[in-house]
């Protein structure tokens, strides 16, 4: 399964999940891609905030070697399932999808850990270093919730 994960610039908190998200499944024995994405382009090309490359570093990341990349309509054909990391951030993929199954791959980071809330990943940019550990930690109880899904549909499906 591919997977890419959305927010607004792709340095700060879609970076992380990338991260966390790929290490989890490869610990999972999942065959999982992660790669994650801006719809802003503003930051394209750049290495992950220092913040997040810090709260990841002290918690056994190492996402120092993503580069931002902006999301575009072919991500849609490329990935299975888009996970977005807030509202606004939706709505902008949904007005780029082209058909209802583009739509369908839509879904909110936080569906699994918080179902039906449509529940949001804050963004960091805009405060202080203290802002990045509790995203960190919502990113990782997401990330681990979703990873618990796909384990018991694979069990259920070589069963
Ligand atoms: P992110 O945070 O979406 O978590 O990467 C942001 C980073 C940069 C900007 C907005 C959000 N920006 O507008 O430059």
Partial sequence: MKILVVCLG?????????????????????GWQIASAGTNGYHTGEAPHKYSQKICRQNGYDIGAQRA???????????DLIYVMARDVYNEVKQLARTEADLQKVQFFLEELFPGEKREVPDPWY?????????FQLIKEGSEAIIAKHKIITYKENF
């Fill in 69 to 79: 990349a902006r999301f575009k309509v072919s991500d849609f054909d490329t990935y």
């Fill in 127 to 135: 405060g202080n270093e203290s802002g990045y550990e509790p995203v």
């Fill in 10 to 30: 792709n340095i700060c908190r879609s970076p992380i999940a990338e991260g966390v998200l790929q290490q989890m499944a490869v610990e999972a024995g999942l």
